[in-house]
């Protein structure tokens, strides 16, 4: 079969939308001819795992650039005539229409872009608009998010299939970079309550998290990783709210190795966001064997295994409550559950079992 993935900004990834596209592409590849089209801006024309990349030319202009990418992206897809090409991320549905011409078109939901704040009222319309078309025209649609598929589906009245994320399981914590990273900034490994995103925005709720870790009068730091100037004036207002506290701002690291590193040697690692699809990070994080504490919004509370730790989100009382209380369980308490969770996590969210359900989506489209 030959197949085309567009919507992400190619390979290798550097996480969100890309990690899903490499995951499952790098498997495709062995026993299918796979195309994955790129940013010439974050990747070059190479062959990566098995996988053709192609790096298409696109402008600089923050919100111009992702479309000439997909359009580009969709022409050259379209002058090649791929049995099937995979559309990542609702926004993108626009090309859908185009695709269809010649190739059977499947889609991933990876979350609504529109329910976060940073998009002005016109944007968040083209949006829902893209949305509805990434459904109504594709040949099959499916969702990350087993909760959002099932609103998806009774919004469109078209079939949505849930296909979760998942985890590589070879996967490896890096201890020696996270401790170097950590003595660069004065930290050390068990001292720190940890908070990680690749864009941090206010649907992730540092901000409440951060209220909440001063509430609980805790003596640990507390880590913040991810880049914070995504959301305009954001930045400043967490700031403000760690004020001289012990709240140390990282940017975002793309060593996936050392992140899950620094998590694995936190003391207690903090999930808040309000809004979100199906978070890797929190897969990941649970999967080391850390202590976890989650918002519980219906995406989270779908993927979590049964009795674990969860809080109201965006309560920055309940979340209080929950940072004290888990701080306070010895090591010998929280052990084999932590254990347990970690091995549902590796089991249940297996790269290998979800590509083979997108080729049986392929298949059936």
Avoid at 252 to 266: F, H, K, P, Q, T
């Amino acid at each position: 079969m030959r197949i085309a993935h567009i919507g992400s900004k190619g390979l290798p990834s550097r996480g969100a939308t890309e990690r899903v596209v490499e995951a499952i592409a790098t498997r495709q590849a062995v026993g299918h001819e796979v195309t994955v089209y790129g940013s010439r801006r974050v990747c070059s024309s190479a062959r990566y795992q098995g996988v053709r990349v192609v790096a298409l030319p696109v402008p600089t202009w923050k919100h111009l650039g992702p479309f000439v990418l997909d359009v580009s992206s969709a022409v050259c897809a379209l002058a090649q005539g791929y049995d099937v090409v995979h559309v990542h991320g609702s926004e993108n549905g626009f090309v859908v229409p185009l695709l269809r011409l010649r190739s059977r078109v499947v889609t991933t939901n990876h979350g609504s872009p529109y329910e976060t704040a940073k998009w002005n009222r016109f944007a968040k319309s083209l949006m829902r608009i893209a949305e509805r078309i990434s459904v109504r025209w594709a040949s099959a649609a499916t969702c990350v998010a087993a909760p959002r598929a099932q609103r998806l589906k009774a919004r469109y009245h078209r079939p949505v299939r849930y296909i979760p994320n998942g985890i590589d399981r070879n996967a490896l914590a890096d201890s020696e970079g996270a401790a170097v990273l950590l003595a660069s900034v004065g930290l050390q490994p068990g001292r720190y309550v940890m908070f990680a995103a690749a864009r941090v925005d206010p649907i992730k709720g540092c901000l409440t998290l951060i209220h909440a870790w001063r509430a609980s009068g805790s003596d640990l730091a507390l880590l913040v990783v991810g880049d914070l100037w995504h959301a305009p004036g954001h930045e400043a207002e967490l700031r403000f709210a760690a004020g001289d506290s012990n709240v140390v701002f990282m940017p975002r690291i793309d060593d996936r190795d050392v992140l899950i590193g620094l998590v694995a040697a936190s003391a207690l690692f903090v999930f808040p966001s309000t809004v979100e699809a199906m978070s890797m990070m929190l897969l990941e994080a649970i999967a080391t064997g850390a202590r976890v504490l989650a918002s519980d919004i219906p995406e989270n509370v779908a993927i979590l295994p049964k009795g674990f730790p969860l809080f109201r989100a965006g309560d920055t009382t309940d979340l209080t409550r929950a940072i004290s209380e888990t701080l306070a369980e010895t090591e010998a308490e929280t052990r084999s559950r932590r254990t347990e969770y970690a091995g549902v996590m590796a089991q249940t969210y297996d790269w290998d079992r979800i590509a083979e359900q997108y080729m049986e989506t392929y298949r059936g489209a």
